[in-house]
């Protein structure tokens, strides 16, 4: 196996670069998993001595994540904890201790799978990613990432730089929610992660992402659309099945099956919106 592990960024993308068919390697959980199906000698390009791909920061519009930031530094940092607490959950909620000492955000978005239980969350938050290759840098938002399954939109040479998060609206609801076999170490069946803030006829923000439910970790856009047309207070239940039925293309898999998915998924959304339902939402932080 072939390894270099450039020490500086313009390293890293100059010989990305001259050669785009390299493996880039973070953390390595999952590229390490999946290297007997690398087998016909493929090349890695380690980013994990590039220090300038680390890191929390904050900035005037919101929160910077260096794509090498692993899941423990993200899950127990100040900044995250106090402004972006679903994705500190979420970011403890992956794997376990020993995966999360390792496993990046970064590694975590490339990956691209739509079980990956921190990409909802980015939905949710509105968060956007900057790609970086030798010519030159540009921001996606993060809603037109994954491009299919397993399929992102990053171009030969490009590696992920880092993640921007804007910081939430005040007093709004945080929720993530992991269903899965056990409480550590299982990929989802499925995982809804909701930014909410405002009332009925006045909101401020509802955007729902969802793991598992589709070929790509998806942002629920039907679902929104229902929540924010109800004027008279929040839609029904049956109101917010048919819209999720429209947002969801879940398939039954060794997982689970597309029914569960859809009852539970339903039972999230209920969950998530229920201090709403129960106590009018003026002051919903969770
Ligand atoms: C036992 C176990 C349990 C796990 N449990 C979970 C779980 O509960 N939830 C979950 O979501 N995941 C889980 N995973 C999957 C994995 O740990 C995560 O997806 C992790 O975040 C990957 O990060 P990494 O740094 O290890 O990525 P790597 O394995 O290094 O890379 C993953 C992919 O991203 C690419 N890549 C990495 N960084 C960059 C970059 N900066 N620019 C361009 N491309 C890049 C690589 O080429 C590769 O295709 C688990 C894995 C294992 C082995």
New binding site residues.
Partial sequence: MSWYAPRHLDEVLALFAKRPDL?????????M?GREAHAGGHEYLS?ANVAG?RGIRETPAGVAIG??TT?TEIGHHPVVCQNLPALAASAR???AVA?QN???L???I??A?PA???PPVLLAYGASVVLMSATGSRRVSYERFHSGYKETV?LPGE??REILVPLPPPQARHFFRKVGTRRA???SKIGLAALLAGRPGAWECVRFGFASVAATPILAQALSAAIIGGTHGLPGDKELAEALRRDMTARDDIRSTAEYRRRVAMNLVREALAPWRDEGGLDASD
């Fill in positions: 493996i880039p390697i973070a953390g390595g959980t999952d590229v998993v980013l791909l794509a090498l899941m909620a992956t794997g995966i390792r496993a990046t970064g590694g975590n490339m990956n799978s990956a239980d921190n990053r590696i992920l170490q299982a990929i």
